[in-house]
């Protein structure tokens, strides 16, 4: 326990020395043509209700991390440390962590989760003017509050064995009351490294927004980095960087779920972000071969698994490869004759855009010789 205690007083002090983006391994995806991409951990907890940590260290980490906005959703009704850390305003630890952002580019959105036994089970309400209206007796109550707040709902972790024995997330009738009332918005289908095609299924089925949250209670580094892990984040695609834009965009649902080498989401918004993370360069045809050259560099902080699905096949490389983040890979392509242009297609194998079906990215190459 101590030295428990010693590693949390170490790691703390050396993040309240530095508030800059960082981290050893920060987290980093290009935009896309006509929006910003905003990495964004928008389920979160301190000590203000059973996480382990000063909401001020979570902003802290989020800059480590290279986060454009946090949120942090404590539980309104579930509250262990309460009788030693008092605190009736159910906003504090949004306070807390504002006034610990201010001088930093870092989004801190208002929210708290709604915390209830299955069938209700766990949701984040974003973009609260107050928190404290939420603490009812009943779930429907709550919901209600949150919707005269015009806050952005999303259902926590449905997946999670410990209110779904079989780890299979059912969509219950409250939850298709709150969709058709429209007071709940978005799925969690990656929870605390726990992806969910269940859960993908009934957002696509719902047209409910994609999500993915750390959940983290602990450290961000005990609970990701020292296990060589980044945290699980939304990717959030705004107009512009403010909470207005971030609001705006996750109920038009433009996101993609991201974790590592997983990224999960729609096929207009996961091509995209895909393509504009793989930069080609034609280096040219090998001497007098018919064989073409080509360079790969991987512009995002997950690596990505791809397949080579064209009509060409490759010379001395398979045909599935690992592009690693922020890494560049050199291809050989047989095109039979030399050519002006080729046409590429890989498959993203790391990527969802329903249950078990994964993107495929397309280029045209121009060859100058």
């Known amino acids: 326990m101590k030295a428990r205690f010693l590693l949390l007083f170490v790691t703390v002090f050396g993040f309240a020395q530095n508030h800059s983006h960082s981290g050893v391994n920060p987290i980093k995806f290009p935009n896309i043509d006509g929006y910003l991409t905003l990495s964004t951990d928008l389920h979160i907890h301190s000590v203000f209700s059973d996480g382990n940590v000063w909401p001020t260290i979570r902003v802290q980490e989020a800059l480590m991390d290279n986060l454009d906005a946090i949120a942090l959703t404590e539980h309104l009704e579930y509250q262990p440390h309460l009788a030693d850390i008092p605190h009736p305003d159910r906003n504090r630890a949004y306070e807390l962590a504002l006034e610990e952002a201010k001088d930093h580019d870092l989004l801190i959105i208002p929210g708290s989760e709604i915390t209830r036994s299955a069938p209700v089970g766990h949701n984040n309400a974003l973009f609260l003017t107050d928190s404290n209206p939420l603490l009812q007796d009943q779930a429907q109550d709550a919901f209600d509050q949150a919707k005269k707040q015009d806050a952005f709902v999303f259902w926590n972790h449905p997946s999670w064995s410990a209110q779904k024995k079989d780890g299979n997330p059912e969509l219950g009738d409250f939850q298709k009351k709150q969709i058709r009332q429209k007071k709940l918005h978005g799925i969690e289908v990656i929870n605390f490294g726990a992806y969910a095609e269940e859960s993908l299924s009934i957002a696509l089925e719902e047209n409910l927004t994609i999500m993915a949250t750390s959940d983290v209670h602990d450290l961000i580094e005990w609970d990701y980095a020292n296990k ?18 971030l609001k705006e965009a996750l109920f038009a649902k433009r996101t993609v779920a991201a974790y590592n080498d997983l990224l999960v989401g729609r096929e207009e918004f996961l091509l995209p972000l895909l393509k504009a993370s793989i930069g080609i360069e034609v280096d040219g045809y090998v001497a007098d071969t018919k064989i073409l050259k080509i ?11 791809l397949e080579n699905v064209s009509d060409f096949t490759f010379y001395e490389n398979s045909p599935v490869f690992n592009l690693k983040a922020g890494s560049q890979k050199t291809l050989q392509i047989k095109t039979i004759d030399r050519i002006s242009e080729v046409n590429l297609s890989f498959k993203a194998l790391g990527a969802f855009t329903a249950p078990q079906t994964h993107p495929t990215i397309s280029f045209t190459l121009n060859i100058e010789e």
């Not at 945290?231 to 207005?244: D, G, Q, W």
């Not at 360079?295 to 698994?305: F, G, I, K, W």
């Open 228 to 245: 060589g892990l980044q945290r699980p984040v939304t990717l959030v695609f705004t107009k512009e960087r403010s909470i207005p834009s």
């Open 295 to 305: 360079t790969l560099t991987n512009h995002c902080s997950s690596d990505l698994l």
